[in-house]
């Protein structure tokens, strides 16, 4: 070894210990004859003192930053203490010291606050990752998949691994391809997800799986996805979703504590998808604050409850026919913002400006002001009389102080709008506090959502999750095929709903999961309502229809996104510092220079050839 | 749950308790109108008896094999106990079950003896886990990564993971590529190993890093590889080789406690590349046993130490001069197989011809029989007097009742010969001994190897392993160029040595690492050695050169084979039986039926066409 202790281990109760520490310069600092150098390793950093005799020798081996040192002293008490650091009471005299390995200038400062940006500092990922602000995002990630994997061996959990040269089953996003050049003109693909292989273990009767796994996705590249990513993958038999759902609120829960050292000893919050589409306009709603969505108009179609307790407002007739933007508009919707009556003009002015930027795409925004006095103010005075508008506050539970956000137009948009807009109100109100974990179920999900484009069903979850028990008789007894597309809502599949869940962290779906179809006739079922034949049925997951034949037991599972979990527990909202070596937007890695072009030769002994348009 | 125990439970303490299992119908045993199930799941079997009440509902739901069953009665003492099940004391008096599942009649039997031969077993894979036989690997295997994980942890390793979608940087072996749609005509390639990106974590700090993670080569398999496999993968910095070998000493040792409950207590034994090639003909020699190799002749040219310690027969000559075919040959070499000097002649010729098989391909086998009473009897008794055969039985170190084979012939296949021709004897005598475990440590091997096709250096290991630290300056001095490829051996590179080690159980290299180089020029001059020009080598490892500008800290590491490790922990040479969803030789999962060929669609959106000759 190179060195007796590390830079983040020595201590007052050392003094007098000749020592041997090896780390990076991060600064040096001359005063006269003396040089100070923090040293700086993994586990911290160590103030070196250089005395007047090594003056000479430090002359000839001038020391810069990110220098690799190696240097031996006497650990003592340091007159000028640093609270700051761990280290921070002592300081090494050093005797002897040599240069492992000189550095160029780093092309940005190797501190928390860098004046890299985000390019050069993908181009130097290694130099990044040396950022106590990226080093300690990484060790969380350990901590995170340590604490999983804990928890799971307690439970009798077995990590079993999965192949990742697969069969491509196109279905949903598309497969990464590697061609076979032992199989000429035939390809592998790269798993999306563990999917039918845990399915298949349950079925040899492992009971318990669990692995944390990459996955695979060729998609467009949104802000916040990479093509690679990572998974914990679980899967249980003889469960229902209650089961699992103990099981992994206990997964998260022991991860908190492990992790953040957050007792999070409350149930987990659970809510149906019909109440997080009616209250939050979205299936994965923060529930740190409320400020829940009163929908004023046509309830949304995509989740009709025929539910007679969820009511538009009773004056809808009177909105439609006092104020056109609102007769006119499919939906109507509006949050209630606590204490923000107050807002001047210039503020709703410039609220109305952030709905119609192109993200949210609205044509305005309507408002109400509940004036501490109990009068009102609204932007559609002319239209609306006191007690109009007093009946509308009472109706969106608006108190004395709130300001009354109203959206409309087509639903789906306006629902997005609406969400989008509760989140940015609760933002500016500092109602979205970091360090608060708000944990919530969301269950019910309609198995099947449609596909206006092919007029067919589309697995909301995928294909192998399972309707309710109490639904499955309505999937098997009825033709999945649609007749009438205008009325696909009265298709008796539009009712079902999937023994599926979501797990949602702080306004994030950080797992999700079903119990699963163990049953060939059901499955087949579904791949048929997917529009799928049975020769493509077959074809593509034969094996896993042949595997139901052999007596599949009840099973289910979940996955959670690690990238995910991992930026939320560490308070970002993005995954790619939580990534040791990410890829940019366009998938690449400029590091690297990958993905890159690859000889002629290659290509030749995979049978194939370039085809660029 | 669907159950309250498992199969593997319940014991006589529990007599009385209702409870529930849920499991496969292992057997039916009907004894008139009593019948006696036994089920199975993960844990392990339970009987159940289902008495004469329900007879009537069982003759309605007739029970097969492999039936997912779930079954509700009272725990009672049995009658019958078995003594070899450890719930072999009691049973279940079941008062009400359901079918959960049916089962087709499986196309093999699932038992530890099972009729399946290896194509069906395969076809059929998810059934195959289920037999005892192969869950007690693939349980062995999560024990052996879990006691891998929890050392590496306790010694401050981190678990940091490494990209799947890198760069293509054909060396050795092929990669495999992925075809990139966002980046036209480029393409990623999957990692052989994650090398570069631990060695760029030691640049960037992270000091101990730990990997189980999956690698992929698409070689030729052969009969014993798999086109993935997995990694235990670890590097460090500011180590040097002892403290590499001390570290995974200990990481194996935990492993063999953890997982077998074997205290391997004494030090693995050291040899060096040079003594294992000269006394055992390969650098993998199972050293559970002696018997060996007596070099008669040349001494090998590959491993020429110039150490004159190390002679070979005096009778050299006279060898030669009295036995053409010794004369003749390059290399003749000799062991002495303990108490086989009762061989018969029907014995000898049968070795003669093991030899003579393609695999082995020699000429013929010679040898000599040391009879107990201190006469001779060799195959070539017309060319030897008494005298010369007690010479050579003597420097064979061959005692009484020993038989001495000999081989000679070309220099490489020879060796390889009397290597496999020692493993063959030792295996007919029962000296490889199954549950004995043999460690060693290989050391010193040469840098380099002559490469005769292109007359110049290639990497033994791989072109980030540093050469000795007294080996440098040879390395930095000297053009790498070989003027003479007759005289490659002259070449100064010949005698330089690498910090490399590899780790071999009972015959069989199950890890193997080096320290690495981590200085700009050293890394550069390696790679011109291999012939690579400087755009070249910026081309392909531009990062890690760039990275080794700026404090690159002295590092090294070591990679174990997981699958092997696992196989020959488990008692198999195969490593197949350790993988839950292995590959054929043909690399194709015939589960999965993969790879296939893939849309025309796919293929247009990747810019290929299929070239297929």
Redesign the interface.
């Known amino acids: 070894?190179?060195?007796s202790h590390t830079c983040g281990q020595l201590r007052l109760k050392d003094a007098g210990d000749k020592v041997t520490l090896?780390?990076?310069v991060q600064t040096v600092r001359k005063f006269g004859a003396i040089t100070f150098i923090d040293l700086?390793?993994?586990?911290g950093i160590t103030q070196l003192l250089f005395g007047e005799e090594l003056n000479q020798e430090l002359d000839q081996n001038p020391l810069g930053r990110?220098?690799?040192l190696?240097a031996t002293g006497i650990v003592q008490e340091r007159s000028n203490k640093n609270a700051n650091l761990a280290t921070g009471d002592i300081e090494i005299n050093i005797s002897s010291f040599k240069i492992?390995?000189?550095?160029?200038v780093?092309p940005f400062t190797i501190q928390d606050e860098t004046d890299g940006g985000d390019d050069l500092r993908m181009r130097?990922?290694?130099?990044d990752?040396?950022r106590n602000a990226v080093?300690k995002n990484?060790?969380l990630?350990?901590a995170v998949?340590?604490a999983a994997?804990n928890y799971l061996?307690q439970q009798e959990f077995?990590?079993?691994?999965?192949?990742?040269?697969?069969?491509?089953t196109?279905e949903g996003a598309?497969?990464?391809?590697?061609?076979?050049?032992?199989?000429?003109?035939?390809?592998?693909?790269?798993p999306q997800s563990p999917q039918t292989?845990k399915q298949?273990?349950m079925?040899?009767?492992?009971?318990?799986y669990y692995q944390v796994v990459?996955c695979?996705r060729?998609e467009?590249?949104r802000a916040d996805r990479q093509?690679?990513f990572?998974q914990i993958d679980c899967e249980m038999s003889?469960?229902?979703q209650e089961?699992i759902l103990n099981m992994f609120e206990g997964m998260i829960k022991h991860i908190f504590k492990e992790v953040k050292g957050i007792d999070y000893a409350e149930p987990v919050e659970r809510m149906s998808w019909d109440d997080a589409m009616w209250n939050y306009g979205t299936d994965k709603p923060d529930t740190r604050f409320g400020m829940k969505i009163t929908n004023l108009k046509t309830p949304y179609t995509v989740f009709e409850t025929k539910d007679s307790s969820k009511k538009a407002l009773p004056l809808g007739e009177g909105l439609g026919g006092a104020f056109g933007v609102f007769k006119n508009a499919e939906t109507v919707v509006a949050i209630a913002v606590p204490g923000a009556a107050e807002y001047s003009r210039k503020q709703t002015d410039e609220l109305a400006e952030w709905v119609k930027r192109p993200q949210i795409a609205m044509g305005g925004l309507a408002f109400v002001k509940v004036n501490a006095d109990g009068t009102f103010k609204s932007s559609f005075d002319k239209f609306f009389n006191a007690d109009q508008l007093k009946a509308l506050a009472a109706f969106c539970n608006a108190g004395p102080d709130n300001l009354i956000l109203i959206l409309g137009g087509a639903e789906e948009k306006t629902r997005k709008a609406i969400s989008e807009l509760r989140l940015e109100m609760a933002e500016r109100l500092g109602l979205r506090k970091p360090g608060e974990f708000k944990l919530l179920w969301v269950l019910d999900f309609p198995l099947f959502e449609y596909s206006a484009e092919e007029n067919r069903w589309d697995a909301r979850h995928h294909p192998f999750t399972s309707p309710k028990p109490q639904h499955v008789d309505i999937m098997i007894n009825n033709n999945p095929v649609i007749e009438n597309a205008e009325k696909y809502l009265e298709h008796p599949y539009a009712d079902i709903k999937a023994n599926a869940y979501d797990m949602v962290l702080n306004g994030n779906e950080i797992g999700g999961g079903s119990i699963r179809i163990?049953?060939r006739e059901l499955q087949e079922k579904m791949f048929a309502a997917l529009g799928m034949s049975k020769e493509e049925a077959i074809h593509k997951f034969?094996?896993l229809l042949?595997?139901?034949?052999?007596?599949?037991?009840?099973h289910g599972g979940i996955a959670f996104g690690f990238d995910r979990l991992c930026a939320i527990l560490g308070g970002s909202e993005s995954i790619r510092d939580f990534?040791?070596?990410p890829?940019n937007n366009?998938?690449?890695?400029v590091?690297?220079?990958?993905?890159?072009?690859?000889?002629e030769k290659?290509l030749?002994?995979?049978?194939?050839?370039?085809?660029?348009?």
């Open positions: 070894m190179y060195r090896a780390g990076w700086r390793d993994r586990y990110e220098f690799v190696r492992l390995n000189k550095s160029a780093p130097y990922r290694y130099l990752l040396r080093k990484i060790e990630r350990y998949s340590r994997r061996h077995i990590d079993i691994e999965t192949p990742f040269l697969i069969k491509s196109p598309r497969d990464f391809v590697v061609p076979s050049r032992m199989n000429p003109g035939q390809f592998y693909a790269l292989f298949l273990l079925v040899s009767g492992y009971d318990r990459k695979f060729d467009d590249l093509p690679e990572t003889f469960v229902g089961d163990y049953q034969g094996f042949g595997a139901f034949e052999f007596g599949a037991p009840p990534i040791a070596f890829k366009a998938g690449r890695d590091m690297l220079d990958a993905p890159s072009a690859i000889d290659q030749d002994e995979l049978n194939l050839k370039l085809d660029v348009k």
